[in-house]
Structures are given as structure tokens and as C-alpha cells.
């Protein structure tokens, strides 16, 4: 495992624990109105941090399920017709889900120059700012 799958696995631990234990006891009604508030905003918060990993990994498999070979392609290598259903396959998330999600990361994806092999700039820069920090997502 990757060092960032690592801790994804850690917090998706603890998130696990702690959603079960708050959904499953008194929830949001021991609560008070303000600090409802913040857990859904923290809540919504990390939804969005999640969702720019995400959509930075279905870039990586949008590019690698687009290599002139059929044989090299990732979408080939899992059995797989098309990206949204390889993503789909994984993710275990809505077509529609899929559809925006592929969308988005068309729309950040940084390409590597053939010459150089320098990253290039994505067609929406802010746009994947935004994505990182959370400020938007889906």
C-alpha cells in the first residue's frame, strides 16, 4: 500500500468509528443548534477534500485508459469497457456520480510535455486550487 492509501485507511478508520457511534447513539439530538452547524460543515468540508483525491486519481485512469494501445490500456488491464465503468467498479459510486466526477477531472488534469516530460499547467488552474483546499468539490 501507498503511503497515502496509509492514511486514507486511517481516517476512513476513524471516520468509520466515529459515524457509527454518533448515527448509532443519540446522533445530532444531543446536540447544540451550533455545534449541528459545524459538523455539517466539517462533515461537508472533508466530503470535498475526499472528492479532490478522487478526481485526481480518475485523471490518472482517464489518461492511462487513453494509451494508443488497447493492450496498455488501464481500462483493458480490470476488464473494463469504458473509465466510468472502472471507476464506477471501484468506487461503487452512481453513473451520474461518475459522469460529473470524470468530467471534473478532465477539467484539472495536468498533462506531462512529450518532449520534456515537465507537467503542464491544468485547463482550469484555479479550478484545481479550489479542488485542493476543499473550497468546492462535485
Known amino acids: 500500500m501507498n503511503p497515502l492509501a496509509e492514511t486514507l485507511a486511517g481516517v476512513e478508520e476513524v ?16 446536540l447544540s443548534d451550533e455545534a449541528v452547524l459545524d459538523v455539517m460543515a466539517r462533515a461537508s468540508h472533508i466530503k470535498r477534500l475526499a472528492e479532490a483525491l478522487l478526481i485526481d486519481a480518475v485523471v490518472q ?3 492511462r485508459s487513453a ?11 480490470y476488464g473494463c469497457r469504458t473509465v ?5 467498479r471501484t468506487t ?5 456520480t461518475i459522469t460529473e466526477t470524470v468530467r ?8 506531462i510535455a512529450p518532449s520534456t516530460g515537465e507537467v503542464l499547467p491544468a485547463r482550469y488552474p484555479a479550478l484545481r486550487e479550489a479542488l485542493a483546499d476543499g473550497a468546492l468539490g462535485i
Open 15 to 30: 471516520l468509520r468509528e466515529r459515524a457509527a457511534e454518533f448515527v448509532s447513539g443519540v446522533g445530532a439530538h444531543g
Open 104 to 111: 471534473a477531472a478532465r477539467g484539472i488534469e495536468r498533462s
Open 84 to 88: 466510468n465503468e472502472l471507476v464506477q
Open 61 to 63: 485512469v482517464d489518461l
Open 67 to 77: 494509451r494508443p494501445s488497447v493492450d496498455e490500456r488501464m481500462t483493458t488491464t
Open 92 to 96: 461503487l459510486l452512481s453513473s451520474k
